[in-house]
């Protein structure tokens, strides 16, 4: 399908190849974007998006007034729409920002999205935000309540959903709905100097552009129409949690560039999140994969920014104290980051008499009494090879995304093993037979050979995704990758010694002690034998023999290149070199690809060695 646009070095025409897999899903094929969709750094008040324009102005020494757009933060996903001879072609989801998912035929059933426009464009990226509107999600809930069917969380829960069915015709009978806020045409056969110029070129396209955006001539405008919406945005049809902030000149925007993850010319103000009042019915206790207890707040149902919320994190049992809480009062709620719901504050006391809230004395799972640990708040389960809820947490861990990527071995599956004494540690689950899938509940035939399959692919995992599956304490998705470029094995990792694994940069006493701790504890050694035993083997990462080409050697990256920004920081990084975002003396080599701004004029007038990508290649023996 559209073989113009198969790249030869595509990850769908490598057989084998592991780059992709944990960011898109089975039933979509990758698809790798021409230029990488970035992140947006987010500010969280007026302070913070006044520093952001002044810092701007200073960094580039701006004359004037840089002018700005103002934007909705729509509350869905960002797509990517790649359109041929003005013909749409491919459209594919954000996914990393490199690779996302070919969701062609389920974004052909949107009507906001144009089949072709009458301007004539050999080729164009638009990009925008697919969502839900209020109304179409209330009438899909009410659908699914009339069936009996499980309700969707929120409107961006039910678009998302929505978008990646493998059936397009249930895409089409969602009405989901688009805006549009960014092209990219990759000839110069139109001239378009400027964001809101861009903007109004989508709209004349056949486009849906947000009606509500607005040129601002600093800062202070830019300020008075986030204050505007945040007191009107639940009036409108669609969910937005913020206003993107961008700087309306192109040619600025290409001298601004980017940091490795998001542009310096543009910024989000996340809107301050909603308090909403509701009763504490209970307090649960829960038992993690490291025996930590911790409480949760049982809430009477709230709606609080787009979902319905029923618990709240408590942290620890010095947090209760801290709020003074007990089951029956009235509590303040609102969503940290605009995800994690978490209690503020009480703001009335039940009328009851009860005690307050009293710390568990022994496990609620297995019974076991609890301990504090030297320097933390929570108190421990000790029973680790035999706790229920820590083995099921632990297996939990080993099959999720960012670890073993195991798909099908939800929560359900994973209990009733536990329960008929099939698995209690991760080795376990490759001794699973289909017969043994069979014996469970609910379970075909079909499922348990799919399940026994997606088991049997997960044997020869990345190093670093092997390590994070491991759940050492301290150690995330982060260090574990961090610890895999380190190491390149697992058996160098095992029998690195404190004084290695401290000297890391990022890497202190706390997490190199909790390593030594976990290699050292006799029944993590017999899980790695009985995994190797099984054949589960972490891919070992090879030596680089060009590591120190560029040892020594600083670059700047400026313009439009082939590839993203990312890939060549990446590959002089790799190679020993330092990247920079700044033209100076110390500069090596100036990487220049097209419109290179500023940083090509200063480069001459350094006299610094600028360079192309053709002999950036040479220069890396990339062929």
Not at 496 to 511: F, M, P, S, V, Y
Not at 569 to 577: A, F, L, P, S, V
Not at 592 to 609: F, M, Q, R, T
Request: charged letters at 25%; proline letters at 4%.
């Amino acid at each position: 399908m559209y073989p113009e646009y198969k790249l030869s070095d595509s990850p769908t025409q490598k057989v084998g190849t592991k780059l992709f897999e944990s960011q898109v899903s089975k039933g979509f094929l990758p698809h790798q974007h021409k230029v990488r969709l970035y992140s947006l750094d987010n500010t969280y008040s007026y302070e913070e998006l006044s520093s952001w324009y002044d810092k701007l102005q200073k960094n580039y020494s701006l004359s004037s007034l840089p002018e700005l757009v103002c934007e909705l933060k729509i509350d869905g996903l960002a797509i990517s729409l790649n359109y041929h001879n003005s013909k749409f072609a491919i459209g594919a989801t954000r996914g990393d920002g490199f690779v996302g998912e070919n969701i062609t035929k389920n974004l052909e059933t949107i009507k906001a999205i144009p089949d072709s426009f009458s301007e004539e464009i050999s080729d164009i990226e638009v990009r925008g935000e697919i969502f839900m509107p209020k109304s179409a999600f209330q009438k899909l809930n009410d659908e699914q309540a009339s069936k009996g069917a499980k309700l969707f969380a929120n409107p961006r829960n039910a678009a998302s959903g929505s978008l990646r069915q493998l059936d397009p015709e249930i895409t089409r009978k969602r009405e989901l709905s688009m805006f549009a806020y960014y092209g990219r045409i990759d000839s110069g056969e139109i001239s378009i100097k400027s964001h809101s110029e861009m903007l109004s070129f989508l709209k004349k396209l056949g486009f849906n552009i947000n009606p509500n955006f607005r040129i601002c001539k600093n800062i202070d405008e830019a300020i008075e129409y986030c204050k505007y919406w945040d007191k009107r945005r639940n009036d409108l049809d669609y969910a937005t949690d913020g206003v993107v902030i961008k700087i309306n000149d192109f040619a600025l925007q290409s001298e601004m560039g980017y940091t490795a993850r998001a542009p310096r010319w543009a910024t989000a103000f996340k809107f301050p999140p909603e308090e909403v009042s509701t009763i504490l019915k209970d307090i649960e206790i829960n038992v993690g994969r490291s025996g930590a207890v911790t409480p949760v707040a049982v809430l009477e149902p709230v709606y609080i920014s787009g979902s319905t919320v029923q618990r709240a994190t408590l942290h620890n049992f010095d947090e209760i104290k801290r709020l003074g809480i007990n089951i029956g009062d009235r509590v303040l709620v609102k969503k940290a980051a605009e995800i994690i719901p978490k209690i503020i504050c009480v703001t009335e006391h039940s009328d009851s008499k009860s005690s307050p809230f009293v710390p568990p004395l022994t496990c609620p799972s297995c019974g076991t009494k609890l301990v504090p640990v030297e320097g933390e708040v929570n108190l421990y389960c000790p029973n680790y090879l035999a706790c229920p809820s820590q083995i099921k947490a632990r297996l939990e861990y080993w099959v999720s995304k960012d670890c073993m990527d195991i798909d099908g071995l939800g929560d359900n599956i994973i209990a009733q093993l536990i329960e008929k004494g099939l698995a209690a540690t991760p080795a376990d689950l490759y001794k699973l037979t289909t017969d043994d899938f069979m014996k469970l509940d609910l379970i075909a035939e079909k499922s348990a050979d799919n399940l026994f399959t997606e088991i049997q692919a997960s044997k020869h995992p990345t190093l670093s995704k092997f390590i994070n599956s491991l759940g050492i304490r301290h150690v995330g998705k982060e260090t574990s990758d961090v610890l895999a470029r380190k190491f390149k094995s697992l058996n160098a990792l095992k029998n690195a010694t404190l004084e290695q694994i401290r000297d890391i940069d990022g890497i202190g006493d706390k997490i190199a002690l909790s390593i030594l701790d976990f290699f050292s504890n006799s029944f993590n050694n017999e899980l790695l034998n009985n995994l190797k035993q099984y054949g589960v083997e972490p891919q070992e990462i090879k030596e680089n023999q060009n590591s120190e080409i560029f040892k020594g050697l600083t670059f700047v990256i400026t313009g439009t290149l082939s590839k993203t920004r990312d890939y060549f920081e990446n590959i002089i990084k790799e190679y020993g070199g330092k990247v920079s975002s700044s033209v100076s003396k110390k500069t090596s080599f100036v990487l220049a690809g097209e419109n290179p701004g500023s940083k090509l004029d200063k480069a001459i007038a350094l006299s610094v060695k600028v360079i192309d990508e053709n002999e950036f290649n040479e220069m890396a023996n990339i062929k």
